[in-house]
T-cell receptor, first 114, second 114 residues
Framework: AQKITQTQPGMFVQEKEAVTLDCTYD???????LFWYKQPSSGEMIFLIY??????QNATEGRYSLNFQKARKSANLVISASQLGDSAMYFC???????????FGTGTSLTVIP | DSGVTQTPKHLITATGQRVTLRCSPRSGDLSVYWYQQSLDQGLQFLIQYYNGEERAKGNILERFSAQQFPDLHSELNLSSLELGDSALYFC?????????????FGPGTRLTVL
């Protein structure tokens, strides 16, 4: 069975500081993709970053990086130099390469404090 | 703008009624996914279509049905509506059926059942 766990329902970070949002996953598929999405209060879901299970290097996209530890089945999102606009819900998701479905975690609410 | 469009943006209706939500995927995307996001249940996968055919089914109620048309747009039909069906309904699209392609989400349809 596929499962995504985000254990932090809410997080606070000071503006300009870095923050790590945790995500662990469980899958029996040998190949899979890992994704992070941002959902601001306006409601839309915004794709942030992708990591393939066979990628040797951690993915980075601007201020976002994914700390991928395959043996521990974790895919933490690191946001550097937090901005007020980063305040949002963040969802971790996984998709097995051979499957159709995306599996989402329950999300982490991030609040950036001025 | 993800390129995925959803109409209507808001929908208010009464219990027992039937509604249709519409989604147009990004140009070139063959897969369409439907999700329900309610406050108490997070993001729930409902159903996926690929090039007109149903490919995966999640937690979709029997009162709900969907289809994907030859022009690749999709409709989600919700019938015999209940108060608990009030939620944000997302459509997402991806270029393929499996593999590494990320999903791009539409802006969502907020359904309120009174």
């Amino acid at each position: 069975a596929q499962k995504i766990t985000q254990t932090q329902p809410g997080m606070f970070v000071q503006e300009k500081e870095a923050v790590t949002l945790d995500c662990t996953y469980d899958t029996s598929d040998p190949s899979y993709g890992l994704f992070w999405y941002k959902q601001p209060s306006s409601g839309e879901m915004i794709f942030l970053i992708y990591q393939g299970s066979y990628d040797q290097q951690n993915a980075t996209e601007g201020r976002y990086s994914l700390n991928f530890q395959k043996a521990r089945k974790s895919a933490n999102l690191v946001i550097s130099a937090s901005q007020l606009g980063d305040s949002a819900m963040y969802f971790c998701a996984m998709r097995p390469y051979t499957g159709n479905q995306f599996y989402f975690g329950t999300g982490t609410s991030l609040t950036v404090i001025p | 703008d993800s390129g995925v469009t959803q109409t209507p943006k808001h929908l208010i209706t009464a219990t027992g009624q039937r509604v249709t939500l519409r989604c147009s995927p990004r140009s070139g995307d063959l897969s369409v996914y439907w999700y329900q996001q309610s406050l108490d249940q997070g993001l729930q996968f409902l159903i996926q279509y690929y090039n007109g055919e149903e490919r995966a089914k999640g937690n979709i109620l029997e009162r709900f049905s969907a289809q994907q048309f030859p022009d690749l747009h999709s409709e989600l039909n919700l019938s015999s509506l209940e108060l608990g069906d009030s939620a944000l309904y997302f459509c997402a699209s991806s270029v393929d059926m499996g593999g590494t392609g990320e999903q791009f989400f539409g802006p969502g349809t907020r359904l309120t059942v009174l």
